[in-house]
């Protein structure tokens, strides 16, 4: 046989199997999206709408449906995630930075029309109005803010992408600073009078700016650093014509101090300070030093910033039965200091019991003896108070004891009651 | 530095530790006795630091009560000898014995170290200079055999080793993915651990090495706030779990050997343990939250 000829009898023999692949329902010629058309009349509505999805149009609806049976909704041929990956690889590229968790659930339908639809992509609804039908509290946001950017009432798309991104969190297209600049010219001369012509075109402007629109001119974030507001930059940064005109003055709390000499200075005066506030970052770990959301110019809310360096303690509390009322409001100032103090945990009060009191009166709903002159039968160098029964935070059993107070709890003491 | 007489007895504890794993026990602690009281009968009060000598001396920084504690070894036992109270060392908060027998505390208010004489003189404070206009404030530090001494420097984010002279040797920078860096140890080879309490992993450099790197394997599950960290003589790791209440031991490669006692108040259980001294197979934790020194013997 010459290589010709084996070469024609190879391809006859794979030729059943392509034809397979291209036709798995053996449908007969033609037998295609007109037969589906026949019963499934609803159909042709869509058909005539704008944008039609691709296997609609060309009748290949057994691409994605069996004409006979499935294990799946709709009688997909697979489950919806996969069906629509099988033909759309590649919009969650590898290495992404952020993923629209709709994406990852498999919930492309949340966004587009399997079939046909009278927006682009047959996308449901166009621009913000489909994200903001599940990303409700951002409208409820925007609503009687006066300052909005513009771009999120015409579409979230300008800025994020609807899928993933490779170049950022919050499936920003671009890292803050180039997104912006693709319409606010770090170049032009207003750009850089409003900015006190410092260079920050390459810097997050979220570090001041609310991306998505504010009550405060120019978006900034609600709580805006003195210095910022009076457009005094270099208080902490080098002169704008200074070559490194960003570089702070100074480094961790020294920054700070030349202002918050007062709050610095008590802090580093008592027995305890919060380490943060004296490491190389200084008041930086927990403050924004430009503007931000949260009252005392935090970097986020209290409950998320301290379980930065505080996890096994919220964790413990993921799966407390009962927690305590300031840790589940995310006040943990209520108890603790959070820039030194004189006590261990840099407690407010020195007096476990005087500190629970000033919410809880623990004399009315207790009989049990407590205070200094009471010994703790289990260490002969501690004395009864609050936290010898109870948790601070939280507890797998009732009233945040530390044990079931049916049982191990009072025995703990009070042995002879063991059963 | 080896006495067997050195050993605390105290009797047999009822409080054995139920709640340690069962498993991968190679290295145990067997609660050894507890120190509660001073010379006076006074209770200790939150104590954070303690160190021995190996030989009859035992230092504890009995911070509630601003004060260092002495105790010798009399007929076998530990027993109260003295206090020291200092003006220059108002909040004591972590105390080593150099090779001469001088004390070494850190004082948690002015972030010094002050040197006090074995008799509880004041002999000055620590001059550390850096070399650079940094300002240097001290988190902890270690003492090792030759008398040098390496200080855990929060705001400069790194480690500085002193000769016995006073003379910067060398500086060890923290690693750029760092949460933050609660207490060092020095092994008697000279590598510098030191533990990372929010990442809860322990770093280390050998005597080369100029930026502390993560040892292999973490301990989140193994722990909660990992705060203070030692060293003995076979090279093993000793860290205190405050968050956890227990004590992890360690490889000096950083598997996890084993995690020891529990958070509770009888003997034998911490709460908020604090400090560390690894001698002569016997473990010292400054128990804070129980206000008193534990003992544990280090079971092979």
Known sequence: MTPARLILALAGLLLPAVAFAQNPYRLKPGATGKVCLDCHTELEDQMALPSVHTPVRSGQCSDCHNPHASSHGQLLAADGDSICTDCHAGLIPAGSLSVHQAAIEGGCVACHDPHAAANANVLTTTGSELCFSCHESMAQQLEGQEFQHSPVRQSCTTCHDPHASTASDFLLKKPTGGLCADCHDPARASFAQSHMGYPVGSSRCTSCHDPHGSNTSGILLAEVHEPITRKMCNQCHAPSSASDALALKRTGQALCRGCHSEVVNQALARDRIHWPVADASGCLTCHNPHASTEKGLLVEPTTLLCGECHAAALDQLASAATRHGPVADGDCSACHEPHAADNVFLLATADVATLCGECHDWGAHSSHPLGPEVVDQRNPNLTVDCLSCHRPHGSAHKALAHLDPGGPLCVQCHEQMSR | ?300
């Open chain 2, 1 to 300: 530095m080896t006495n067997p007489a050195f050993r605390v007895a105290t009797g047999v504890l009822a409080a054995l530790l139920a709640a340690a794993p069962a498993a991968a026990q190679e290295v145990r602690l067997r609660p050894a006795g507890a120190i509660y009281l001073d010379a006076r009968g006074s209770g200790l009060k939150a104590p954070e630091g303690v160190d021995s000598d190996g030989r009859s001396l035992l230092i504890v920084a009995d911070t509630g009560n601003r004060r260092l504690l002495r105790y010798e070894l009399v007929s076998g036992r530990l027993a109260p000898t003295g206090e020291i109270r200092l003006p220059q060392l108002p909040y004591p908060t972590q105390v080593r014995l150099d090779p001469s027998g001088q004390i070494l505390a850190l004082d948690g208010r002015s972030h010094r170290i002050v040197r006090v004489g074995p008799n509880g003189e004041f002999r000055g404070l620590v001059e550390l200079d850096a070399g650079d206009r940094g300002e240097v404030l001290v988190k902890g530090f270690e003492v090792d055999d030759e008398g040098q001494l390496y200080v855990l420097d929060a705001a400069g984010a790194r480690i500085l080793v002193f000769g016995s002279g006073g003379g910067l040797r060398r500086q060890i920078a923290f690693p750029a993915e760092v949460g933050f860096v609660s207490d060092l140890a020095v092994d008697s080879a000279g590598m510098v651990f030191a533990v990372d309490s929010v990442r809860r992993r322990v770093l280390a450099a050998r005597t080369d090495e100029e930026t502390l790197v993560p040892l292999a394997g973490g301990l989140a599950a193994d722990s909660a706030f990992p705060t203070a960290i030692v060293a003995d003589r076979l090279g093993r790791l000793f860290l205190a779990d405050q968050g956890g209440g227990g004590i992890l031991i360690l490889e000096r490669s950083g598997a996890l050997l084993s995690r020891q006692s529990a958070m509770g108040w009888k003997e034998g259980y911490l709460r908020h343990p604090s400090g560390l001294s690894a001698v002569d197979g016997q473990l010292f934790v400054a128990d804070r939250g129980n206000n008193r020194i534990q003992v544990f013997s280090i079971v092979d």
